[in-house]
Structure formats: C-alpha cells, structure tokens
C-alpha cells in the first residue's frame, strides 16, 4: 500500500447483477417455504424503500442512505421508491416517485422510468401512485392478492423493521409473519459480488487507517484523525458513507466503548505515551467494513502497552486460526476471553487460577462485549438470533450479537479488547467472591490505560476463514509503519 497520501486501489463497478441475483435468492427460498408450508405459490413481495429525512422542522436534507432490505433487493441510491416480486412469475417491479417539474430546475434531471428499469435490472418499472393498480393486474390468482410485507425483530436494535403502506393497500391480503425470517437469512451468507463490495470497502477502510497512523502526532486532536480516515476513504474510494460514527479514542477514552458520540466528540489532545483505539469503517455501495487498529501515539510500545496489545493480538489470532462452518460462535468468544485472562495472569495482574476466573465470569470485567457480529449492508447485520433463539444472560456472552454456529459465507467481525473500565473493576475488587483475583498494585499502573481493541473482517471459508483486513497487527509492524516503511513490508 502507498507510503503517500495517495491509493494503490481502484473503485471496483458495482454490478446490478449483485441485487438481481438477491432477489433471485428471496425467490427460492420464499418458493420452498411455501411449498413446504402447502400454501400457493402467488402473491407478491413488496418493500418499501427509505425516504429523505429534514432536520427536525428545517428544510435542511440529511444525507439519504437507502433502507439496508430495500438495498438488498433492488440497489436503489434514490429515495421514495417501492419494490415487488412476483412471487408466481419470479418478475420485479420498480415504483419510483412522481416528481413534480420543478424538480428539474432545483435537483435536476427527471429520469424516465425506462431510466430506473435499465439501471436497476427490474422486468417494470412504473410509479409510486400506481402500486395497487398494478399489484392487481399483475395478480393472475384468484381472490385478493396477498402481499408479503417486511415486519419484524432487528435483534441488535430492538426495533421493527417497517411494513410498506400504500394508498390502496386495503384491496390486498397482508402476511406480516412470513416475509423477515426468510429475507433476513438471505443477508447472513454473502455471494461472490457481495464479497468484492466488502473487500473494497475494508481495502480502501485497510489503507485509511495505515495513513492515520503514520499522521498520528501528539499534540492533535483526536477528531484530527477522524478527519483524515473520512478524507482518505471518499477521496480514493468514493464512500461518502461510513459504516457507523468513527470512534478515535486516546489514553482513557479508549476504554469507553462507544466512544465519539456527541458528548463525547472525539475532541481530546493526543498526549506522548498514551494509546490510540480507532475504530472506522467505510461503505462501499452500501456493503461495509468495521475495522479497529490500537496503537501508540508516539509509535513505540512501552513493556505495559505490549502486555495488553499482545494479550488482544493472541486472543485475535487464535479465534481466526480456529474459525471454521460448524464452530460454535459461543466458544469462539470464550476462548478469546481465556487467553486474555491468561495473558493477565503472565503479567502479574491476575493471580489465581484461570479456571477459577473464568467461573466467576471475570473474562466479562476486562471485555464487557462480545467478540463480534455480521457484517454486510449493516455494520451489525442482522440474523444474529433467528427466531426462537434465546440470547444468553450471562456476562459478557448477554452482549453477543450472534451465538450460531459458523457456516461459510458468513461475514463476521474478530474484535477481542481489554480494557480498565471502573465501573467494572471496582466492584469486583470489592466483591469478596473475586477480589481475590487482583493484584492492586500492578493494575494500579493501568488505572488511566483506556483499552486496547483489535478488530478485523473474517470471511468464513468452506475449510477456515479469510481476514479481508490488511493492516499491521504485530508491534514491530505497527512500529515500522508509523516510522515510514511501506506497508506490506518487504
């Protein structure tokens, strides 16, 4: 990768044959759940897309990002649309929105719909106040068409997906139950085109977070950095969007999980011998990347920042070496919390037995979240928790956002962290069951630490994984890299 504030890459095209083949995906197997279900194999799949959003009561536009069904499906950037598959025929039908004619001397153009049905590889394409008319001449069943609509359970948000509405909707049959579970487990296993998205996203995502490192200076600020990943992903890699709110986390900020939101706007100084936790992504025609690097400010690790980096690293690198279809996701977040507890143990911060540790789920007050999730059109994309799948309860494994066993295809973030987070420590040096295990002294050196978190893009293969993330990982690489040396190193 350039040494330079310049790319190696190239935008990849992004095919429509992405999306036809998703559909095509919905299809079959919205086929074989009815048939399975002896039910006929008519009606149609309507979504509804995303639509522009003002700034509370101003006429200020938020920057429009498509609804993530509604992207997987049709790949549509413009807002206002609806979606149909017929079921029956296997046809798709784009409806666009009716614009008014001063659309064209404000925000340009006004496409034709033959325009949308070229681009969008759709068999119709006609608009929006046409829905039910068309719904029904396209009906070749007998009785009210029914209509599969998007409604359920985002496991990771606690929020419905939102049933398309239509003027003239109450003409039809709706099935609210039948339509999520399927279309959701279509986006856990990701095709060829899906895969080249992501890999762009985390190549160009890969090549940002080189070059914040070797910018990164003390004195800056943090949100210096963030300005620098931003500027390097949509100058050479056109992704106008990241994948979620950049956090840039320095010295104790690092241990703050979610950090960079508005009350805490990644605005502190980089100080000398702190650490840095940079966690960005960049999507990339709505497929995403989330990437996280540590590293120290000054470019040199000290005998502390290495101890808990390296306890990340082993952690890190023993889940990908072991990733493989039938793995349990559950053992995969255990084993990342033993070797981090056992590198504590090396260190003289723990004492006692790991076994005993791991009892008293003390792997949880050091990495309060679990090890990863999905990662596709949505940073956390969903079909965690099919349905009837019970999240666990206790520490640490409650904040997982998948138990399933791997299969291949998946997309799935490697992000073991350790961090001093008070909060959590405190109690559990009081708490007479664990106190036990701390040995003050040494942990009182880590009290203004932050964190340490080591985040990757891992594709499961049919007899492993693949790390899509390309960026240095070792000390001596992340050393070397801040001191100028080309990444890869030769």
Not at 125 to 132: L, R, S, V
Not at 167 to 194: A, M
Request: proline fraction near 5%.
């Amino acid at each position: 990768m350039a040494s330079t504030s310049s790319s190696s890459l190239s935008r990849p095209e992004v095919p429509m044959e992405l999306h036809v083949s998703n559909r095509q995906k919905l299809l079959n197997s919205i086929r074989q759940h009815l048939s399975e279900s002896s039910r006929p194999l008519h009606g149609f799949v309507v979504l509804q897309g995303g639509e522009e959003q003002t700034r509370y009561c101003t006429d200020h536009l938020e920057l429009f990002r498509q609804e993530s069904y509604f992207a997987y499906l049709f790949g549509v950037r413009e807002p206002g649309f609806y979606g149909a598959i017929d079921i029956a025929t296997g046809k798709s039908i784009l409806f666009a929105p009716r614009l008014p004619a001063d659309y064209a001397v404000w925000l340009g153009e006004i496409k034709p719909l033959s325009y949308f049905q070229e681009r969008y590889m759709v068999n119709m394409a006609y608009y929006t106040d046409e829905i039910a008319q068309v719904l029904v001449d396209q009906f070749k069943g007998s009785g009210k068409p029914l209509l599969f609509l998007l409604h359920g359970l985002n496991t990771d948000s606690n929020n419905f997906s939102k049933p398309a509405d239509f003027e003239g909707i109450g003409k039809f049959e709706t099935d609210l139950t039948t339509l999520h579970p399927i279309l959701t487990e279509c986006r856990v296993v990701k095709s060829d085109l899906e895969l080249a998205l992501i890999q762009f996203a985390n190549d160009i995502s890969s090549e940002a977070h080189i070059e914040v490192m070797r910018k990164t200076k003390a004195g800056m600020k943090e949100y210096q950095l963030e300005s620098l990943f931003l500027h390097h992903t949509y100058m050479y890699g056109g992704c106008r969007h990241c994948s979620y709110m950049c956090v840039c986390a320095t010295g104790e900020n690092s241990a703050v999980l979610h950090y960079g939101h508005a009350s805490a706007p990644n605005d502190r100084i980089l100080e000398d011998g702190d650490m840095a936790l940079f966690d960005m992504g960049a999507e990339y025609s709505f497929y995403g990347s989330d990437i996280t690097c540590s590293f120290p400010i000054n470019g040199k690790f000290t005998s502390d920042q290495s101890l808990i980096y390296n306890a990340v690293l082993d952690a890190h690198n023993a889940v990908i070496t072991t990733m493989k279809p039938g793995v349990s996701w559950v053992d995969m977040h255990k084993l990342a919390e033993k070797i981090i507890l056992e590198s504590l143990r090396k260190g003289n911060i723990l004492v006692g037995n790991v076994d005993d540790m791991i009892v008293e789920q003390q792997g949880a007050i050091f990495m309060p979240h679990g090890l990863g999730h999905f990662l596709g059109i949505d940073t956390h994309d969903p079909g965690g928790y099919p349905k009837g799948v019970e999240r666990p309860k206790e520490p640490g494994l409650k904040s997982l956002r998948t138990t399933r066993q791997l299969q291949e295809g998946m997309v799935i973030t490697v992000e073991p962290g350790c961090y001093f987070i008070d909060a959590l420590l405190v109690p559990a040096m009081e708490n007479a069951k664990t106190s036990k295990f701390f040995n003050r002294e040494i942990l009182d050196r880590f009290k203004n630490f932050g964190g340490v978190r080591i985040e990757s893009d891992v594709l499961v293969t049919a007899n492993g994984s693949k790390n899509m993330t390309k960026v240095p990982r070792e000390t001596w690489e992340i050393e070397a890299v801040m001191a100028g040396r080309p990444w890869p190193l030769s």
